[in-house]
């Protein structure tokens, strides 16, 4: 997570520079509104599908998918999609998650080889099995025999041994070398509908270099996401390992439910581990925040993280308030 390399991505800067308006705090809502609330400054692509959905009648689950579908095809950020970042062995794994307010119902892939809308399989885990979350070849399998885009994966067959066999060549260091990897990003994006009812979503191709198999808190229920219809939801981006101990997004809701500002839900989190964590602030993660009113949060170990929101006005792009460190 460098902020900096991030806010140079080239296929997104033409669509970035219209949509960025400047650095401060995030817009105070009027309580009838649908906000969309997104991680980086790429999340600026998914809050503006996000806000055409809803106003074209669309729900906010609608929206959550949408949205990050567009995010994971320009698959230009480097960390989303099967453009994001390869594993140890040199092809992405992705990831994936999404809640619906309404209902309490989720459904998650983790670990899946070549779908191109890992949040789209996550959406037909969700509606179409009577399990929450799939992984690996099952969850590829699923996704492709409901319809959800495909590539061939043949081809990964000769990377996975090589890898294996350079592994055991190496007395097995490789696999202990293969993380902490070079980078990682992930589009978590929440929305709340005029309604008030909420959605959320979470896609990564997560941290690159990890270990084949290897699982963040993105398609983790709790961690990377977590949506209660009846209080908020939260999302988080950053190294997962840092993320998923904590529960962070539920968490988060759960201050929001004890009366908690989405602002310092975030940020009352972010202490809570930076305490508790050996290295302190140097955590590499960030948490975003949206409540049943429609206000927003966001709080990073990072300064100046970038994030996107929207309501009725088009999408900017925000950085997190410095924190004052405990
Ligand atoms: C992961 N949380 O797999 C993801 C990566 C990420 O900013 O969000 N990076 O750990």
């Not at 590829?140 to 959800?148: K, Q, S, T």
């Not at 909420?198 to 229920?221: E, W």
């Not at 950053?238 to 908690?260: D, H, P, T, Y």
């Amino acid at each position: 997570m460098v902020i900096p390399r991030r806010c140079r991505v080239a296929s997104l800067t033409v669509v970035l520079t219209s949509l960025l308006a400047c650095a401060g705090p995030a817009p105070v809502p009027d309580a009838a509104q649908p906000v969309a609330i997104a991680t980086w400054p790429f999340g600026a692509l998914a809050t503006e599908r996000a806000r055409e959905v809803l106003a074209g009648g669309g729900s906010a689950l609608d929206a959550v998918e949408q949205g990050i579908r567009v995010v994971e095809a320009a698959s230009s950020d480097g960390s989303v999609g099967l453009g994001g970042r390869p594993n140890a062995a040199g092809y992405p794994q992705l990831d994936a998650c999404i809640m619906d307010g309404p209902g309490h119902r989720a459904g998650s892939v983790a670990g899946v080889e070549g779908i191109v809308h890992p949040i789209s399989a996550a959406r037909r885990v969700m509606e179409d099995s009577k399990h929450v979350m799939l992984v690996g070849e099952g969850a590829r399998w699923f996704a492709i025999e409901r319809g959800v885009e495909s590539v061939t994966i043949d081809d990964l067959a000769a990377k996975k041994r090589a890898w294996v066999e350079g592994a055991a060549a190496r007395g097995g260091r490789a696999i202990h070398d293969a993380f902490p990897g070079d980078g990682h990003d992930t589009i978590a994006l929440l929305v709340r509908h005029a309604d008030g009812t909420l959605a959320g979503g979470c896609s990564t191709s997560g941290a690159g270099n990890k270990l084949p198999g290897r699982v963040g808190d993105s398609p983790i229920l709790g961690s990377g996401l977590y949506v209660d219809d009846e209080v908020g939801a939260a999302g988080a981006t950053g190294l997962g390992e840092n993320v998923m101990r904590w529960c962070a997004s539920f968490l988060i809701v759960e201050l929001m439910r004890s009366g908690m500002h989405p602002q310092a839900a975030c940020e009352e989190v972010l202490h809570r581990i930076a305490r508790a964590d050996p290295r302190g602030y140097q955590l590499d993660v960030c948490f975003i925040a949206l409540d049943k009113q429609g206000r927003t949060g966001a709080a990073a170990s990072n300064q100046g993280f970038p994030y996107a929101v929207a309501s009725r006005r088009p999408s900017e792009v925000l950085t997190v308030p410095p924190i004052t460190r405990r």
